[in-house]
T-cell receptor, first 113, second 112 residues
Framework: DTAVSQTPKYLVTQMGNDKSIKCEQNLGHDTMYWYKQDSKKFLKIMFSYNNKELIINETVPNRFSPKSPDKAHLNLHINSLELGDSAVYFC????????????FGNGTRLTVT | GQQLNQSPQSMFIQEGEDVSMNCTSSSIFNTWLWYKQEPGEGPVLLIALYKAGELTSNGRLTAQFGITRKDSFLNISASIPSDVGIYFCAGQPPRGNTPLVFGKGTRLSVIA
């Protein structure tokens, strides 16, 4: 199936740990994103990569480090997890260009205890 | 940064009723998008609007790009239980490399 797929779907971990979330898209898109959705369902962009190059970093703590090994993958590594990092993280992709709609993955629910 | 005011925040309607929700902003946007999110899933694109004044339908859904480029509405006609979910508007600012701005969502509940 053509899609944006992210793993794992659920991630429960303790404060202070380091964890990664993986994302892959087979839509042939050049641009990939990470969004954070909080408990009130507000969607906030974190990062955007175009063809493996970082183009948007929306004042995210440097404990969050995205890595794009190729244009079909954008992984998110989080160091020293904090309680406030608990949220649903969505990967998305789009064609390049301002007016291209986003295609979202199904999310990773991160719970930090 | 630019903000979108999406209303209503939530709606409880009877099956068969029509639904209307909208987004407004003090700034202009080049594109308006409407997404639906169901529990445990990511937002899915419903309708994309690219020109001021554009009116587009997708089945029972109709959306319009406001003529001032500062607003958009989404209508759902003859609602059914599977319309339940959170509907998000999103606008693309005209400035280059600026991310999509999302509204805070309208949570729709349909009572059978």
């Amino acid at each position: 199936d053509t899609a944006v797929s992210q793993t794992p779907k659920y991630l429960v971990t303790q404060m202070g740990n380091d964890k990664s979330i993986k994302c892959e898209q087979n839509l042939g898109h050049d641009t990939m994103y990470w969004y954070k959705q909080d408990s009130k369902k507000f969607l906030k962009i974190m990062f955007s990569y175009n063809n493996k190059e970082l183009i948007i970093n929306e004042t995210v703590p440097n404990r969050f480090s995205p890595k794009s090994p190729d244009k079909a993958h954008l992984n998110l590594h989080i160091n020293s997890l904090e309680l406030g990092d608990s949220a649903v993280y969505f990967c998305a992709s789009s064609q390049p260009g301002l007016n291209s709609p986003l295609h979202f993955g199904n999310g990773t629910r991160l719970t930090v205890t | 940064g630019q903000q979108l005011n999406q209303s209503p925040q939530s709606m409880f309607i009877q099956e068969g009723e029509d639904v209307s929700m909208n987004c407004t902003s003090s700034s202009i946007f080049n594109t308006w998008l409407w997404y639906k999110q169901e529990p445990g899933e990511g937002p899915v694109l419903l309708i994309a609007l690219y020109k001021a004044g554009e009116l587009t339908s997708n089945g029972r859904l109709t959306a319009q790009f406001g003529i001032t480029r500062k607003d958009s509405f989404l209508n759902i006609s003859a609602s059914i239980p599977s319309d339940v979910g959170i509907y998000f508007c999103a606008g693309q600012p005209p400035r280059g490399n600026t991310p999509l701005v999302f509204g805070k969502g309208t949570r729709l509940s349909v009572i059978a």
